[in-house]
């Protein structure tokens, strides 16, 4: 008999019911924050759903009626921050008007991935564990970032550079124990240069690089 591919399995990181009346709002919210609060003071280690309901004030009942286990709770904490980061760049991209956008995003950047680094590296650990890394990509805030400000000129691959370079140094400040050496306006203003450089008409193509070799070839 021919071999077969086992069947993956199924995910089990997705809430059994959203909240739509206000009041199931509050207490989804409420479960929520009752998670965050347990990371920041012990970990995940110290995290289940018993924990989870006390400090919401709920049954365990209720919070299964949302949630079929304590990873999907974590996963739904992920998906807030995330939600929480987009609306904070599309907020200062507006409030920097005809000003500079490219210093107001990584102003924001780096504000949001320092405000709570340890809860953002240990939900977004399980987040990324559970398969959700797509989750993660800025595709469409980068394509709404292109249209306002009128940057599809400088093609999708820059803006591609541009974005990772940007928020690979955010990540850093979450991950690595050395970022704690700089200030965030010393992190600002090197991130703000290197990508103003890239962006700029000067920082097209090296002569020497293989690319442009292959362009003038």
Same mark, same amino acid.
């Given at each position: 008999? !021919?071999?077969?591919?086992?069947?993956?399995?199924?995910?089990?990181?997705?809430?059994?019911?959203?909240?739509?009346?206000?009041?199931?709002?509050?207490?989804?919210?409420?479960?929520?924050?009752? %998670?965050?609060?347990?990371?920041?003071?012990?970990?995940?280690?110290?995290? *289940?759903? *018993?924990?989870?309901?006390?400090?919401?004030?709920?049954?365990?009942? %209720?919070?299964?009626?949302?949630? !079929?286990?304590? %990873?999907?709770?974590?996963?739904?904490?992920?998906?807030?921050? $995330?939600?929480?980061? *987009?609306?904070?760049?599309?907020?200062?991209?507006?409030?920097?008007?005809?000003?500079? !956008?490219?210093?107001?995003? =990584?102003?924001?950047?780096?504000?949001?991935?320092? %405000?709570?680094?340890?809860?953002?590296?240990?939900?977004?650990?399980?987040?990324?564990?559970?398969?959700?890394?797509?989750?993660?990509?800025?595709?469409?805030?980068?394509?709404?970032?292109?249209?306002?400000?009128? $940057?599809?000129?400088?093609?999708?691959?820059?803006?591609?550079?541009?974005?990772?370079?940007?928020?690979?140094?955010?990540?850093? $400040? =979450?991950?690595?124990?050395?970022?704690?050496?700089?200030?965030?306006?010393?992190?600002?203003?090197?991130?703000?240069?290197?990508?103003?450089?890239?962006?700029?008409?000067?920082?097209? $193509?090296? !002569?020497?690089?293989?690319?442009?070799?292959?362009? *003038?070839?």
């Amino acid at each position: 008999m !021919p071999a077969t591919t086992p069947r993956r399995r199924k995910t089990k990181t997705i809430q059994r019911r959203a909240p739509q009346q206000k009041r199931a709002r509050a207490t989804y919210d409420a479960a929520l924050e009752a %998670t965050a609060r347990i990371v920041r003071r012990e970990g995940l280690a110290g995290l *289940n759903t *018993n924990r989870i309901a006390e400090r919401t004030g709920i049954s365990v009942g %209720t919070l299964y009626g949302y949630f !079929p286990d304590k %990873t999907a709770i974590v996963v739904a904490l992920a998906r807030r921050i $995330l939600a929480e980061d *987009n609306a904070a760049l599309v907020a200062s991209l507006d409030a920097a008007g005809d000003g500079d !956008p490219v210093r107001a995003l =990584v102003r924001t950047l780096i504000a949001r991935h320092r %405000t709570d680094p340890q809860l953002r590296r240990a939900v977004m650990s399980v987040h990324l564990g559970e398969g959700h890394g797509a989750e993660h990509g800025v595709e469409r805030f980068v394509a709404s970032l292109a249209e306002r400000r009128d $940057l599809t000129r400088l093609g999708a691959l820059r803006l591609f550079v541009a974005t990772r370079a940007a928020l690979g140094v955010a990540r850093g $400040l =979450v991950e690595e124990s050395k970022a704690q050496l700089f200030s965030d306006a010393e992190i600002e203003d090197e991130v703000v240069r290197l990508v103003a450089a890239y962006l700029s008409p000067a920082g097209g $193509l090296s !002569p020497a690089s293989p690319a442009a070799r292959r362009t *003038n070839s």
